[in-house]
């Protein structure tokens, strides 16, 4: 039986869409599997090393971004002037140390891209998890890895910065109870060290360091520069948001 009109036209149209979505990653087709097989399989369990916000994933409903910058601050999406689109307003904040799953390793391939939402990072690998515990219909929580990942290793090194595969409790059950609570929040306080405030901020885009006299500054620039934090000997001295104090001495 031959196929019908509107049936030949959507074959047409996706063949169309594909071959005009260039494939977005060049690690080889068997490293791209074998590091999914890996990290959903016997790596799948992690735990969150930063505490991140859960946000709408721009256009796709379907899904929620977790990212440890706030909406204002993501970098995945520009507007056709090549302004940031903000993702979305915060849902809900998952913190350090929450229990998550791996279910799938997404790469933007050409089939994958014609596949995703328009309107949402499409062009970037994708990390799939689940929240430990979550309803079975929960939507899947989304972490968006840079594009320019080629090598598995260079795949693992970042996914690092926000996955753990040791839990973190005995980490954070060390900190003073002012900090854990600052952490959990998001939030920075006077004299924290760099770590918690990694756990609680996530890894800053740069960091710019100096010597004054025997002492040794930090100075961490976040995405888009409106968060900057300052450190003196490893020890939060301030933070700014927007130009305006949010951790003073």
């Known amino acids: 039986m031959p196929l019908a009109p509107f049936r030949i036209l959507s074959l047409s149209l996706l063949t169309v869409l594909g071959a005009g979505c260039a494939s977005q990653t060049r690690m080889p087709p068997e490293a791209r599997t074998s590091l999914n097989q890996t990290l959903s399989g016997p790596e799948a369990e992690q735990y969150l090393r930063v505490s991140s916000n859960v946000t709408p994933l721009f256009g796709d409903a379907s899904k929620r971004l977790l990212t440890p910058y706030a909406p204002e601050d993501v970098r995945l999406l520009d507007d056709s002037k090549g302004a940031p689109i903000n993702p979305g307003a915060v849902e809900r904040v998952l913190p350090a140390g929450t229990k998550l799953r791996i279910t799938r390793v997404e790469f933007p391939t050409s089939w994958v891209i014609t596949e995703r939402v328009l309107y949402s990072p499409r062009a970037w690998p994708w990390v799939y998890l689940t929240e430990a515990g979550a309803p079975a219909n929960a939507p899947p929580l989304i972490l968006v890895m840079p594009p320019n990942l080629d090598r ?34 998001k939030r920075l306080v006077a004299n924290m060290s760099t ?32 968060r900057r934090a300052f450190f003196t000997d490893g020890r939060l001295a301030r933070a700014e948001e927007g130009g305006n104090p949010v951790a003073p001495p």
């Open 195 to 226: 770590d918690a405030a990694r756990m609680a901020w996530g890894p800053p885009e740069t960091v710019r360091r100096s010597l004054e006299g025997t002492a040794r500054h930090e100075e961490w620039i976040y995405p888009g520069g409106r």
């Open 152 to 185: 598995p290793e260079d795949f693992r090194t970042e996914l690092e910065k926000y996955l753990s595969a040791r839990d973190l409790k005995p980490t954070l059950d060390a900190l003073p109870p002012a900090v854990q609570e600052a952490v959990r929040e």
